[in-house]
């Protein structure tokens, strides 16, 4: 059973990178199960206006979930979250932890 409450609010104010800051959001996101696996994100252009940064910005983020292996990009047809998904790293959204300086 999934938990949309336990997403926190996205603060691109905070202490890290924005476009890092993305990238957790969209993983707590994926983690809480508001975001299914296999299910196609929207557009980085429309994730760009929703969280209101630039469009390189959510490419960036992009890349940094592609990493984490939590969503794959299919040329010409999208980028949808991994199925199966990844265990949450240790320090990662998810857990409720930060990882130590």
């Known amino acids: 059973m999934s938990d949309y409450s336990a997403v926190p609010d996205f603060n691109p104010q905070g202490p890290q990178l924005v476009y890092v800051a993305v990238a957790d959001h969209v ?8 975001l299914q696996p296999g299910a196609r994100l929207p557009a980085e252009r429309d ?9 390189l910005t959510v ?3 992009a890349q940094v979930l592609r990493d984490r292996g939590l969503i794959v990009t299919v040329h ?3 980028t949808f979250v991994s ?6 790293a240790p320090g990662r959204a998810g857990d409720g932890e ?3 300086d």
């Open 98 to 100: 930060r990882p130590a």
């Open 59 to 61: 490419r960036r983020a």
């Open 27 to 34: 993983e707590a996101r994926i983690r809480a199960g508001e």
């Open 83 to 88: 199925d199966p998904l990844p265990e949450a």
């Open 76 to 78: 010409g047809r999208g």
């Open 47 to 55: 994730l760009a206006q929703e969280y209101g940064v630039a469009y």
